[in-house]
């Protein structure tokens, strides 16, 4: 019988390998607004976001990370989750909602979906004091 705590879901996987609002080269290719920058202190990994604002929305955002495979399928996810709401509205996605919308994460890869939204925090948080 297959661990289950090792079983990553189709939509995981898709995230993972095909991430979405990924940043490709260097930070010159996306015209970003704010950044924010963080480390996981469970694993050392480490995230940043750039975040493009309009009219108080994240108009766009891209990321990169030095983090795991499910800390990448979490970060994309919330980037789809964040495209277009509110900064306010950003804020609030939580681990949870990243968790629900990959169709859950193994238990003890939860903690890596923090790492995107507390970069994300981050960038809107930098924003927010230019
Ligand atoms: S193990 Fe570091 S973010 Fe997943």
Known sequence: MENQ???YSDIVKEHFLHPKN??????SKFDY???GIVGNPICGDQMKMYIKV???KIDDLRWKTYGCASAIASTSALSELA???TLDEALKIDAKDIDDYL????KHKFHCSVL???ALADAIKNYRER
Do not use: F, Q, S, T
């Not at 990924?22 to 930070?27: F, I, K, Q, T, V």
């Not at 169709?103 to 193994?106: A, F, Q, S």
């Open 103 to 106: 169709g859950n994460l193994p």
């Open 116 to 118: 995107g939204h507390e």
């Open 22 to 27: 990924y940043l490709m080269g260097d930070e």
């Open 33 to 35: 607004d704010a950044v």
């Open 83 to 85: 495209k277009g709401k």
């Open 54 to 56: 309009k009219d108080d």
């Open 5 to 7: 705590d090792w079983v």
